[in-house]
């Protein structure tokens, strides 16, 4: 048996062999190498595409990299063949390993589900300002597995997709317009009619506060030391910040201008003695509050 294994080997073509499997070779890795640079070219080509359609950067960012990894797959599977591995055989190895990784990778998958949720059913888009799972900031990417979004002091955080779909969403951008709450605390001494038209006088004098809807005024609670008016006031969500910032200025000026108060926290204290008169206190205590002493 040996004998005849030793002889077969001796009468093969060695020489042939090597050229055979040189060329198989050689043109595997010619097969990958320009596909992987066609892949990434189409990829780059359908992003573009995408974006002259005015598609959201964001679902074009995510379909390249959907291209380039199809794209791989198909390459990596013509170089194998190239080499001599039967395509069924290739496939039925492929689904194998692509059950294995699915069960060792569930939280990848997931992920990815979560991806081509969120592009399709798009609760965000780029550069819209979200809070997602306790974190604030500005979507930057979504990517097959995660998204990355930056936040105002321009940190960047990077959450799992399957974090974002199984938390609430809240789009602060989402409208072009949105309504400013702001509490102001008044006197109790002081009237609530020119209070309010203070407040909405300096609604009317900031350029940021939209005309329509009107802004409006409400008494809004009855405090320990002051009595609470909201104004409200709608502005556009680009500039709410600034809104806010000059809507704040104009409340205190208006306010100081019509002798009106925004008192202080404040608590009256009474101070009652046995024997002492009905009137309050007496004595030291009385003589030392009447001088304005401690």
Same mark, same amino acid.
């Given at each position: 048996?040996?004998?005849?294994?030793? +002889?077969? !080997? @001796?009468? &093969?073509?060695?020489? =042939? /062999?090597?050229?055979?499997?040189? #060329? %198989?070779?050689?043109?595997?890795?010619?097969?990958?190498?320009?596909?992987?640079?066609?892949?990434?070219?189409?990829?780059?080509?359908?992003?573009?595409?995408?974006?002259?359609?005015?598609?959201?950067?964001?679902?074009?960012?995510?379909?390249?990299?959907?291209?380039?990894?199809?794209?791989?797959?198909?390459?990596?599977?013509?170089?194998?063949?190239?080499?001599?591995?039967?395509?069924? +055989?290739? !496939? @039925?190895? &492929?689904?194998?390993? =692509? /059950?294995?990784?699915?069960?060792? #990778? %569930?939280?990848?998958?997931?992920?990815?589900?979560?991806?081509?949720?969120?592009?399709?059913?798009?609760?965000?888009?780029?550069?819209?300002?979200?809070?997602?799972?306790?974190?604030?900031?500005?979507?930057?990417?979504?990517?097959?597995?995660?998204?990355?979004?930056?936040?105002?002091?321009?940190?960047?955080?990077?959450?799992?997709?399957?974090?974002?779909?199984?938390?609430?969403?809240?789009?602060?951008? @989402?409208?072009?317009?949105?309504?400013?709450?702001?509490?102001?605390?008044?006197?109790?001494?002081?009237?609530?009619?020119?209070?309010?038209?203070?407040?909405?006088?300096?609604?009317?004098?900031?350029?940021?506060?939209?005309?329509?809807?009107?802004?409006?005024?409400?008494?809004?609670?009855?405090?320990?030391?002051?009595?609470?008016?909201?104004?409200?006031?709608?502005?556009?969500?680009?500039?709410?910040?600034?809104?806010?910032?000059?809507?704040?200025?104009?409340?205190?000026?208006?306010?100081?201008?019509?002798?009106?108060?925004?008192?202080?926290?404040?608590?009256?204290?009474?101070?009652?003695?046995?024997?002492?008169?009905?009137?309050?206190?007496?004595?030291?205590?009385?003589?030392?509050?009447?001088?304005?002493?401690?």
């Amino acid at each position: 048996m040996i004998a005849q294994v030793q +002889s077969r !080997l @001796a009468h &093969l073509d060695w020489l =042939g /062999l090597l050229e055979a499997w040189s #060329l %198989r070779l050689l043109s595997a890795l010619l097969i990958l190498a320009v596909g992987l640079w066609l892949s990434r070219k189409i990829s780059k080509a359908i992003e573009r595409a995408l974006t002259r359609a005015n598609v959201d950067p964001m679902l074009g960012s995510f379909l390249r990299n959907i291209a380039y990894f199809a794209g791989v797959i198909v390459v990596v599977v013509a170089a194998l063949t190239q080499l001599g591995v039967p395509p069924a +055989s290739l !496939l @039925a190895l &492929l689904g194998a390993a =692509g /059950l294995a990784i699915g069960l060792a #990778l %569930r939280d990848s998958l997931s992920n990815f589900a979560s991806g081509v949720m969120l592009i399709l059913l798009r609760p965000f888009k780029a550069r819209d300002y979200v809070q997602i799972a306790g974190q604030e900031g500005t979507i930057e990417q979504v990517r097959v597995f995660q998204t990355q979004m930056r936040t105002l002091d321009n940190r960047v955080i990077v959450l799992p997709n399957s974090q974002i779909t199984t938390a609430p969403i809240v789009n602060f951008t @989402a409208r072009p317009t949105r309504r400013l709450d702001l509490v102001v605390g008044v006197g109790y001494d002081d009237d609530l009619d020119a209070a309010k038209q203070a407040l909405l006088a300096a609604a009317a004098s900031t350029p940021l506060v939209l005309p329509e809807p009107a802004a409006d005024v409400l008494v809004s609670g009855l405090a320990e030391s002051s009595v609470n008016l909201t104004l409200r006031a709608w502005v556009p969500t680009p500039d709410i910040l600034t809104a806010k910032s000059e809507l704040l200025g104009a409340i205190h000026r208006e306010i100081s201008g019509r002798g009106l108060s925004i008192p202080y926290p404040q608590r009256d204290l009474h101070v009652y003695h046995h024997g002492s008169p009905p009137g309050g206190a007496s004595g030291p205590l009385r003589d030392a509050i009447d001088d304005g002493g401690p």
